[in-house]
């Protein structure tokens, strides 16, 4: 067994490897696989292996993420991430995934890195460490990963039509792509952070505006919602797994609305337009992606999916 660097040549056997022991979960595309663990910028190719053995096949591989882009948008330089961490189950306890796991957190560290998080990276496929995984929860506890708090995603298989809502004081729209500017001033100004650089990629990757609903008081915007669906630019996080459906799949989130104009019922309101406008793109089930307000959900028929536990380790 030797340890190699991150290389896009082994994509086929990183994807056959991922599907071999995921796919029931999480089945994975190539192009998806492409889209977060190749081309973001963030992903450390330094800080990234993949695992061989004797016969020079795929047995592991780990992707580790710094923070890399160089538009300002507030995120944290001092933080890193592991977006996946995977063994064959053939070769699990023999130490292979201690091993790629501090080979990650050296580099990273090196780098300049002081707190690591196991998801929840830019372009992620999993905001933590999914529920069912109990050997690896084990495995982050055993080198000093501590939970931080349960998110989840959440389903509505739409066995019923939902309708605009109506409210005069607002009026609910899908984005222009005249509006571009309007709404990353909207985000800068109320969610500074990584919404505003997932909606700066969002256009560089040739959005357009249809996956974003906003909701405007006077003209001006006061609220959003991200909507996805098969159509859209690239393959975004609450459409990643897809394919364990047959009919055509939707996602919903991040939304927030204007501090000073929440209390106003507009978050349950821009969430039922979203509904509305996704179900007149014939879409007949509805994600929603890391989350911790269930009840909220609820009130609109979501129900809990999948759970996964945020894992952070401080590197100082």
Not at 26 to 48: A, H, T
Not at 87 to 96: F, M, N, P, T
Not at 281 to 294: K, S
């Amino acid at each position: 067994m030797k340890i190699i660097a991150w290389k896009r040549d082994r994509l086929e056997e990183l994807v056959e490897l991922w599907n071999k022991e995921l796919a029931v979960d999480f089945p994975m595309r190539k192009e998806l696989f492409i889209q977060n663990s190749f081309n973001d910028v963030n992903v450390s190719y330094e800080g990234s292996y993949i695992a061989v053995d004797d016969q020079d096949h795929v047995i592991g591989f780990v992707v580790a993420k710094r923070w890399q882009e160089t538009i300002d948008v507030k995120m944290d330089p001092k933080g890193g991430w592991i977006q996946v961490l995977l063994i064959d189950s053939a070769h699990r306890g023999k130490g292979l995934g201690t091993k790629l796991l501090k080979r990650a957190e050296a580099q990273l560290k090196g780098n300049g890195v002081e707190e690591m998080q196991l998801g929840g990276d830019p372009f992620h496929y999993f905001s933590g460490i999914p529920d069912q995984y109990k050997n690896a929860q084990k495995l982050a506890k055993k080198h000093g990963y501590t939970k931080r708090v349960d998110t989840y995603d959440l389903i509505n298989h739409l066995d019923k039509k939902y309708d605009l809502p109506v409210d005069n004081s607002v009026v609910f729209s899908i984005l222009k792509k005249e509006e571009e500017v309007d709404l990353i001033l909207f985000l800068e100004r109320c969610f500074p952070g990584r919404w505003v650089y997932e909606t700066m990629k969002y256009f560089e990757m040739n959005g357009d505006g249809r996956e974003f609903v906003v909701v405007k008081k006077k003209g001006q915007i006061i609220g959003f919602c991200r909507i996805n669906d098969s159509h859209s630019p690239f393959i975004a996080q609450n459409v990643y797994w897809s394919p364990l459906f047959e009919q055509e799949v939707g996602g919903i989130g991040p939304l927030g609305i204007d501090a000073n104009e929440q209390k106003q019922g507009y978050g349950l309101a821009i969430v039922q337009a979203a509904i509305a406008y996704l179900q007149e793109r014939n879409t007949e089930t509805i994600i929603i992606d890391w989350t911790i307000l269930v009840d909220f959900y609820k009130k609109l028929d979501f129900n809990p999916w999948k759970i996964y536990g945020v894992y952070l380790k401080d590197l100082k």
